[in-house]
Structure formats: structure tokens, C-alpha cells
């Protein structure tokens, strides 16, 4: 029979199995013309913890070919069309680093990356509104010390640069070389 510890132990090491698929792997690093991406997150002593990424290439992670195709009015078609030429990075951290921490981490990225489809849907790109959303979410469905900042950029081609700071430090930003 089992004992209670280990019964512990091991739901630690599935949940930092779980967890461990939430790590962008290179393949999902979006790739832009005349432009390099990269970002990764380390987890504090290799454990789960509140530090995450995510990469959004849109075409590839929204089918946009068939969102363009799919879409309900000629506005939201303009908009889908834009995001072939771009990619997004969500930066978040919860307010600890421990294996809770991640857990609200996951939350947020499933909520993230759900609001993001419908909002590719509804308006043909990521609005400040997802953000409200998911604040509200949390914060009425969280304990009051438990939180997370968020930094969502968005980068064309053109080298033009859109972002949202949901509560992140701006000197958390991340850096953009434009190769020309």
C-alpha cells in the first residue's frame, strides 16, 4: 500500500511532467522575415514554478488560411490577413516560484491561449480585452496573494512592435534585432 508521501511524490512528478509540455520548444519559436525570436524560461531548481513563455505563430498554431477563409465579415478577414506577417510572445510570472505557482501558470495558458482562438475569431486579432477577461478570472477565482503580471508583444515583419503590460515590468521587455 501506498503511503501518503508517496502518494505526494509522485503527483509532484506528474504535475512537472504535465507542466514540462507547456515549455515552447524551438519549433514553436516563430519565424519572421529579417527577424529573430528567441526567449526560454528556466524553472527554479529545474521544479515547475511561476516564470512562463508563450510563442504565437499565428499561421501555424491557427491554421489562419482557413480562420481568412472562415471569416464573418471583410474587417475580420484584413485583420486575419495581417497576422501572417507576425508572432506574439506572452510573458508571465506569478507571484511565487513553487509547484502552486505553476499551477496557476497552466491555468493561465490554457485560458490564454482559448481566448486567443475566440478572439481570432471575433475581431481577427488578440485585444486588450482577452487581458481584462483573464484578470477578472483570476482574480475572482484566486487567493488574494496569488497573482500574475503579463506582457503580450506582438512584432510584423515591418518591424513594427505592439504591446500590452498587464501589471509586468516594463524592464522585463523583451529585445528585438531587426536585421536588415
Known amino acids: 500500500m501506498?503511503?501518503?508521501?508517496?502518494?505526494?511524490?509522485?503527483?509532484?512528478?506528474?504535475?512537472?511532467?504535465?507542466i514540462q509540455y507547456l515549455i515552447p520548444s524551438q519549433k514553436e519559436i516563430p519565424k519572421l522575415n529579417?527577424?529573430?525570436?528567441?526567449?526560454t524560461t528556466q524553472y527554479l531548481n529545474e521544479v515547475a514554478g511561476g516564470d512562463h513563455i508563450i510563442f504565437i505563430d499565428f499561421n501555424k498554431r491557427y491554421d489562419l488560411e482557413a480562420r481568412i477563409k472562415d471569416a464573418k465579415t471583410k474587417k475580420i478577414?484584413?485583420?486575419l490577413e495581417r497576422n501572417k506577417t507576425r508572432a506574439g510572445i506572452l510573458i508571465a510570472d506569478a507571484s511565487g516560484h513553487g509547484i502552486t505557482d505553476g499551477l496557476v501558470v497552466a491555468q493561465m495558458h490554457q485560458a490564454f491561449l482559448i481566448g486567443a482562438l475566440?478572439?481570432?475569431?471575433?475581431?481577427?486579432?488578440?485585444?486588450?480585452?482577452?487581458f481584462e477577461?483573464?484578470?477578472?478570472?483570476?482574480?475572482?477565482s484566486s487567493s488574494t496573494s496569488d497573482f500574475i503580471t503579463m506582457l503580450y508583444g506582438e512584432i510584423s515583419e515591418s518591424g513594427?512592435?505592439?504591446?500590452?503590460?498587464?501589471a509586468h515590468p516594463l524592464h522585463w521587455c523583451f529585445a528585438v534585432n531587426i536585421i536588415n
Open 2 to 18: 501506498e503511503s501518503h508521501k508517496e502518494f505526494l511524490q509522485r503527483e509532484i512528478e506528474r504535475f512537472t511532467e504535465q
Open 34 to 39: 529579417g527577424i529573430d525570436i528567441y526567449g
Open 77 to 79: 478577414k484584413e485583420k
Open 118 to 130: 475566440y478572439e481570432l475569431e471575433q475581431y481577427g486579432e488578440i485585444t486588450s480585452k482577452l
Open 133 to 140: 477577461i483573464i484578470n477578472t478570472r483570476f482574480y475572482n
Open 160 to 166: 513594427v512592435i505592439r504591446f500590452l503590460s498587464a
